[in-house]
């Protein structure tokens, strides 16, 4: 029991009142609206649809995915750190 006590580890609980809201989700969102980053997220869809329309394919859209994904991760980067506590 003494040595619980003597490694406690704090607690730390977020204010009630206070609703927190994730900085990343809402600069994701505002990139999205971007006209480069909504066209690459449309590359995407349209291969998406384009390979569960068929039945037998190897072709995967994971390019796609990258590049939509990479593009809009670097568009949050430039504000996000700024808005970190």
């Known amino acids: 029991m003494a ?3 003597l490694f406690s ?11 927190l809201v994730d900085p990343q989700a809402t600069l994701r969102e505002k990139c999205q609206a ?6 690459l997220y449309n ?8 390979v569960n329309g068929r039945s037998k394919t190897t072709e995967t859209c ?3 995915l990258f590049d939509y994904v990479a593009e ?8 996000l ?3 970190l506590k």
């Open 3 to 5: 040595f619980r006590n």
């Open 9 to 19: 580890l704090p607690v730390v609980r977020a204010d009630d009142e206070e609703e």
């Open 34 to 39: 971007k006209g480069h980053i909504e066209s």
């Open 43 to 50: 590359k995407y869809q349209e291969c998406n649809d384009r």
């Open 62 to 64: 994971m390019e796609e």
């Open 72 to 79: 809009l991760d670097h568009c949050v980067a430039h504000s």
């Open 81 to 83: 750190f700024s808005k």
